[in-house]
């Protein structure tokens, strides 16, 4: 921490531990484990206590039936037909912001010895995001689509308390925009209704501590970039 004298808290101590994991292991997560991550996060604030999230699990076949479509298209390289719903980056990303993005970018390529220009092993990267980065749990994210603003607000503070409760659990997480772009493979093989859109999905399980991926710790802007204290 910046300063010495206040000591981590425990809650502190697992908002530290949090990262974004991109290897995993195979080892199951217990049913009763994502559950009480669920009942936990569930705990977020929300506007009149709305409560607008919707969580999908997938495991098993279906979460496999997922990945192989995905996967598919993906390599396809179709970007006409698989179109994101709402645009998670501006079109045109400035300062301090892209910066940012393109420090830990390639902060990862680096460590995976992936070089500017090399489009093969930057679509294999990519391509790992749809298999959910080989976690043996995929978490898919829905709202109702006729909701607006603040209860996207509200669905932040609710993704952020499953990554936080995983990772009090032992487990790891990755947050995945990179899903958004394939919402019409999932409303087909999660068969939803055409009211529910795809907000993002997280991959859950437990960390491969070997990867050198999960090595990465990305750094966090000094509190002077971004606060103005009002005395």
């Known amino acids: 921490m910046d300063n010495p004298q206040v000591s981590l808290h425990p809650v502190s101590s697992v908002m530290h531990a949090r990262r974004s994991i991109r290897a995993y292991l195979p ?9 009480q991550i669920l009942q936990d996060a569930a705990r977020a604030p929300s506007g009149s206590n709305i409560q607008p999230w919707k969580v999908h699990v997938l495991q098993g076949e279906t979460l496999e039936r997922l990945i192989n479509l995905t996967c598919q298209a993906f390599d396809q390289g179709d970007t006409q037909q698989h179109q994101a719903e709402y645009d998670y980056y501006p079109p045109s990303l400035f300062e301090p912001y892209l910066a940012r993005r ?11 010895d992936i070089t500017k220009g090399d489009k093969e092993k930057m679509h294999a990267q990519h391509r790992k995001n749809f298999a959910f980065f080989g976690a043996p749990v995929g978490l898919l994210f829905t709202i109702d689509r006729t909701l607006t603003q603040g209860s996207w607000l509200d669905y932040g503070m609710f993704l952020q308390n499953v990554m936080l409760a995983a990772q009090a659990q032992g487990l790891s997480t990755c947050a995945q925009a990179a899903w958004i772009h394939y919402h019409r493979i999932i ?13 993002c999905g997280i991959a859950l399980g437990y960390g491969d501590p070997d990867a050198i991926e999960n090595s990465l710790i990305s750094e966090r802007a000094h509190l002077q970039e971004f606060v103005t204290w009002h005395v």
């Open 187 to 199: 409303a087909e093989v999660l068969d939803l209704p055409a009211g529910e859109q795809l907000v």
């Open 27 to 35: 080892t199951p997560v217990a049913p009763e484990v994502i559950e």
């Open 102 to 112: 393109r420090k830990v970018g390639w902060g990862l390529y680096s460590l995976l």
